[in-house]
């Protein structure tokens, strides 16, 4: 049976506003989530200042106790973040994470919450290196992957670490070592690749090339 592509002006817009529909959400949904958690942030830190402020800043208007209790929320943010720059203050957080993924309810929650900021965090982004194809699962087959380094095997051969995440969820994969004859380096940007993964390959590039191995 004869599979015909159809590109007609009609499919070709149909594909078009299709993509950009897809673009559009994939901003509009880390925006609107950034938005409802700053807003319950700001929220819950500013009732809990408002009450403390009160007494000391007197009968001030609605709005210029808002204001107060703002700047006091984002002094109060910045000092946990310089908290978490030293030592001691690693420590207490690492101690405190321990103690939430003992709880049974809030350990499903925090992790899966700490596990999607990890993964899109511009630190776990600098650390793939370069998008590539492997097959996967099967021979024949080709899987999108991001290299995560190299390593050598007793023998000192090289092995790349590739990293296979699941689709729409990039949290969670499969991590392979595999030699430099089965990875195929692409010209494929990390932002594009994962957008690919997320979107389920609904957002991928009309074509690729090849790229030569770096040299190890």
């Known amino acids: 049976m004869n599979t015909k592509i159809d590109h007609t002006p009609s499919s070709r817009f149909g594909k078009h506003v299709r993509n950009r529909l897809m673009s559009g959400v994939l901003v509009l949904i880390p925006l609107a989530i950034t938005l409802f958690v700053l807003n319950v942030l700001f929220s819950s830190l500013t009732a809990f200042v408002r009450p403390v402020l009160r007494p000391w800043v007197g009968e001030l208007p609605e709005y210029a106790l808002t204001l107060i209790a703002l700047v006091a929320t984002a002094a109060g943010v910045y000092l946990v973040g310089l908290v978490t720059t030293h030592i001691v203050g690693r420590r207490l957080i690492h101690w405190g994470e321990a103690l939430l993924m003992r709880l049974p309810v809030v350990k499903t929650v925090y992790s899966a919450s700490k596990q999607v900021v990890d993964t899109f965090s511009s630190s776990q982004k600098s650390s793939f290196q370069a998008v590539v194809l492997v097959e ?36 969670s994969g499969f991590l392979l070592l595999l030699p430099a004859t089965e990875v195929q380096f692409t010209d494929i940007s990390i932002e594009d690749g994962v957008k690919m993964i997320v979107s389920g390959g609904m957002l991928a590039p009309d074509a690729y090339q090849l790229k030569v191995l770096p040299v190890q």
């Open 136 to 171: 996967f699962p099967r021979r024949g087959s080709l899987a999108v992957g991001f290299v995560t380094g190299t390593m050598r095997t007793p023998e000192n051969a090289l092995l790349y670490r590739v990293f296979i995440a699941t689709t729409p969820n990039p949290t």
